[in-house]
């Protein structure tokens, strides 16, 4: 099988680090979807605005890896714990394929790219390949009883976010409340305990900070463009 990218999309996260581990999780994060010249037929979308949500079905085109795995480690058991892939989302599966339910915000017409579409929550890096798109469907797609198993486990989980008044207004007061929720989502590994410094790009910006048990503190932001 030969799967062929119908679009991509286009967000504030150039690299895989601070990236949300599961989509829906951040609502504040926004994305535009532009689809391949040969897919920039609008009715091919008609009706597509009927919906809030939409599942997108993608490829984790910066994860592949010739060694398959059985087993990984999911952040949510730490990453010391390993369980079978297939009872995972972790991005180094047999076929490297991702599924995620965003919010679809709008439908635009665009002079340069065609209909684009607006999405929101989602958990791409920016430029990711989508293979398709289809509807969210509430009645079918949600089960009142299901049950999350050890992703349950601290799902509300958040850590509190230092930043300096001066840091912030280098943001855009536009990007301000998604760099603050994403950072209060932990985008550290999980096996990273200890304080240690890191460091990730948004947007046009890169992020510095240091973080020790549930309290991170933002050292440097610098404006790369």
Not at 156 to 182: A, P, T, Y
Request: net charge neutral; glycine share 8%.
């Amino acid at each position: 099988m030969k799967l062929t990218p119908i679009a991509r999309i286009y967000n504030d996260f150039p690299t895989k680090f601070a990236i949300p581990r599961q989509s829906g999780r951040i609502k504040e994060i926004t994305g535009k979807i532009v689809f391949e010249k040969d897919f920039r037929d609008e009715n091919a979308l008609r009706g597509i605005e009927q919906f809030s949500h939409i599942w997108l079905i993608w490829g984790f085109s910066e994860n592949e890896r010739e060694h398959k795995s059985p087993t990984v480690r999911p952040p949510r058991l730490g990453g010391n714990k390993r369980i079978g892939v297939f009872a995972s989302r972790s991005p180094f599966r047999p076929n490297p394929i991702g599924l995620s339910c965003v919010k679809l915000e709008a439908v635009e017409k665009t002079k340069d790219d065609g209909v684009v579409l607006l999405v929101s929550s989602a958990d791409l890096m920016n430029g990711t390949p989508i293979y398709d798109i289809k509807p969210y469907i509430p009645y079918t797609d949600r089960v009142e009883d299901a049950t999350g198993g050890y992703a349950e486990e601290n799902s509300s989980h958040k850590i509190s976010v230092e930043i300096d008044e001066n840091l912030l207004e280098i943001i855009e007061e536009g990007k301000r409340r998604e760099l603050i929720e994403v950072l209060s989502d932990d985008p550290r590994p999980a096996y990273h305990g200890e304080e240690r410094k890191y460091g990730f790009l948004f947007s046009d910006y890169e992020i510095k900070f240091t973080a020790r048990g549930e309290h991170l503190k933002v050292t440097e932001i610098n404006k790369i463009k």
